[in-house]
């Protein structure tokens, strides 16, 4: 099975919404609640942002929003602070216990 | 707070088989409510999810690398242990463990955290 598609770079300025997608099939992202977002610095293990599409773990702030729609899902990052600058990546539950992963997301906080 | 680590070589000679453990501390690798992950990321590249075992020793792989992968699991000594045959310079990772926990509707939850801080194993001559 293919990755999931992410646009490969996205930005904006301090205070700033942005939204970056992740792209899927009915037998990934469609067919399942279960898409995660990870966010990775320079040099740094990926850090779980959300799971199960929209749930947050403790201590992530809620300026990070998920949320699905058909097949895309989709990660929100509100009121842009200068230290959101990661990439971004996304994952999901596939068919017959299978995990995939999308490219990632490059954000730049302008 | 639980913590991974993972151990093993840096340095693989191609066709051989890289062996990686990942080592559980701050809690019990024999919990029933968690599944213990493999996920690499070739430098400058994305992740892959490489594999997933349940303290009882099921397993689940990656389909595209199933025919080299094997893990196993040491509940005395929490621990679990990636092995991948047959290795090449595009194997080249950072390679991170990590938890899942257990999925309500059966089987292993796909998200992972925590983290192992990662370690890079070069495939070269």
């Known amino acids: 099975q293919s990755a999931l598609t992410q646009p490969p770079s996205a930005s904006g300025s301090p205070g700033q919404s942005v939204t970056i997608s992740c792209t899927g099939t009915s037998s990934d992202v469609g067919g399942y609640k279960f898409v995660s977002w990870y966010q990775q610095h320079p040099g740094k293990a990926p850090k779980l942002m959300i799971y199960?599409?929209?749930k947050r773990p403790s201590g992530v702030p809620d300026r990070f929003a998920g949320s699905k729609s058909g097949n895309t899902a989709s990660l929100t990052v509100s009121g842009l602070q200068a230290e959101d600058e990661a990439d971004y990546y996304c994952s999901s539950y596939a068919a017959s216990h299978n995990v995939l992963f999308g490219g990632g997301t490059k954000l730049t906080v302008l | 707070q639980l913590q991974l680590q993972e151990s093993g070589p840096g340095l693989v000679k191609p066709s051989e088989t890289l062996s990686l453990t990942c080592t559980v501390s701050g809690g019990s690798i024999r919990s029933s409510s968690y599944y213990w992950g493999w996920i690499r990321q070739p430098p400058g590249k994305g992740l892959e999810w490489i594999g997933t075992i349940y303290y009882s020793g099921s397993t689940y792989y990656n389909p595209s690398l199933k025919s080299r992968v094997s893990m196993s699991i040491d509940t005395s000594k929490n621990k679990f242990t990636l092995r991948l045959s047959s290795v090449t310079a595009t194997d080249t990772a950072v390679f991170y463990c990590?938890?899942?926990?257990?999925?309500?509707?059966?089987?292993?939850?796909?998200?992972?955290?925590?983290w192992g801080q990662g370690t890079l194993v070069t495939v070269s001559s």
């Open positions: 199960e599409v929209s």
């Open positions: 990590a938890r899942q926990p257990e999925s309500p509707y059966g089987g292993f939850d796909p998200q992972f955290d925590p």
